[in-house]
């Protein structure tokens, strides 16, 4: 339990990297006031609101049956036979969690700048036009073998290539604006704020999501995206420029989310992946990429 906590509070705060530089550049904008009250309550929102909502949501969308009720008290129940619902909805839940981490790290593979940290990267970033096709033939042969285990598992896969694309086009926008909304002298801090909140609740899902591929205890994942998101306000409000430092950061959870979506994947096809394979590997993948921006400082 230790070990995945560790690896959810690591992943969260890695993966949310960019999350905090947009922050630390809209917050430069705003009084010390409304910089006080986005880091202090509108960290209760990061993780109750967002990171809190979200695995409830999850669940309850993988478990109708259960009901918005049910779906949230079983994320705190020790109910044996709740507990075999969830695990026998699984394969529904991490196929789509699979595919949307998957489709994340060949979208940062192909198409986004990027600090080149192993070989290979460059020459993917120059053929960024492949990413469509790429993500097209894995989402075909994903969809082809869990026809064969689970129609509904297809639906799983489809329903995670689709929240990849719709949560994308917001970033996308949230970066095309991003200078726009900091030159506006005019935009009140409250407009602000309620701008971070949405951004950091797009930024979220990522974390939540690949949360799945190291436990499906919703306990577990609040705690640890719960500190994440903590540490991540940290960041923002002492440390940003620091970290912008560690360049190869994001190569590092791009990485991990790439290995986090193959264990989803291959886990709701019945392949017994071990607990604590999830943490071991963020860990050690993040673990390099932060010594190899060290070594580049």
Do not use: C
């Not at 509108?42 to 993780?47: E, K, P, Q, R, T």
């Amino acid at each position: 339990m230790l070990l995945i906590v560790v690896g959810l509070i690591l992943f969260e705060t890695i993966s949310s990297i960019d999350n905090a530089v947009i922050n630390a550049e809209v917050l430069s904008t705003m009084s010390k006031r409304a910089q006080r009250w986005f880091l202090v309550y509108g960290l209760f929102i990061a993780v109750f609101a967002v990171r809190g909502m979200l695995p409830w949501l999850i669940v309850w969308a993988t478990n109708p049956t259960l009901g918005p009720v049910g779906a949230f008290t079983a994320t705190f129940s020790d109910n044996p036979d709740i507990k075999r619902a969830i695990e026998e909805s699984s394969p529904f839940l991490l196929v789509g969690g699979g595919v949307f981490l998957i489709f994340l790290f060949f979208h940062w593979l192909f198409i986004e700048t990027k600090n080149y940290g192993l070989r290979g990267e460059r020459f993917f970033h120059k053929h960024g036009v492949w990413f469509f096709a790429v993500v097209s033939i894995i989402l075909t042969v994903i969809v082809w073998l869990a026809l064969k285990r689970n129609p509904f598992m297809a639906l799983g896969a489809v329903v995670g290539s689709t929240a990849f694309f719709i949560t994308h086009g917001f970033k996308q926008n949230a970066e095309l604006h991003e200078k726009e909304l900091i030159g506006k002298g005019n935009m009140s801090d409250w407009s602000k704020i309620l701008y971070l909140e949405v951004i950091d609740a797009t930024f979220s899902i990522d974390g939540v999501v690949g949360a799945f591929a190291f436990t499906l205890s919703v306990p577990l994942i609040l705690i640890g995206n719960g500190i994440g998101a903590f540490v991540v306000r940290e960041l923002t409000l002492k440390n940003i420029e620091n970290v912008k430092r560690y360049i190869y950061l994001k190569n590092g959870a791009m990485y991990s989310i790439f290995f986090l979506g193959i264990i989803m994947v291959l886990d709701s096809f019945g392949f017994e992946i071990k607990p604590w394979v999830s943490p071991v590997i963020t860990i050690s993948v993040i673990g390099y990429f932060f010594q190899k921006s060290r070594m580049s400082i």
